[in-house]
């Protein structure tokens, strides 16, 4: 039986040594407040955390001020839309526990505003989310068809 000698064991080894190193100093940065550049994209938007099922960056930016009912920019890797409401993303991304989040946060919908969801989340054939919608229904929202 052949023995292994140091220089192919130490060699074998700096793959791991390097994963190990590049994973501490990323660990590093981020226990002081850094994050690599490869990760910064600066700021979500709110809709941006609802579409990334984010509830967490959701409920800090709903607590900062951030209008649940307001339309945001998104950016062009998150969705088909540049622009969005919060729960417009939540439906489009297939959220329905951001759907619920952000109607106990104050989003409203009005008998338009949750057709349009609802036919949305119909259109994306996502039963989770169609009843997520459902369930903020307004009285005087008809059920009409969805098709256009």
Do not use: K
């Amino acid at each position: 039986m052949g023995r292994l000698t140091t220089l192919p064991a130490v060699c074998a080894a700096i793959p791991a040594l390097v994963a190990v190193g590049f994973c501490a100093a990323v660990f590093g940065a981020a226990v002081f407040g850094s994050t690599p550049t490869f990760w910064q994209g600066g700021p979500l938007t709110l809709a941006e955390a609802a579409a990334l099922r984010d509830q967490g960056e959701v409920a800090r930016l709903i607590e900062a001020g951030a209008d649940p009912n307001g339309e945001y920019a998104l950016r062009p890797d998150i969705l088909a839309v540049n622009r969005a409401t919060p729960l417009e993303a939540a439906v489009a991304a297939r959220r329905p526990e951001i759907v619920n989040l952000l109607m106990r946060e104050g989003a409203t919908v009005d008998g338009p505003a949750w057709r349009h969801l609802h036919c949305v989340a119909i259109d994306i054939g996502a039963a989770d989310v169609i009843q997520a919608v459902d369930a903020y229904r307004p009285e005087t929202a008809s059920a009409g068809s969805c098709t256009q």
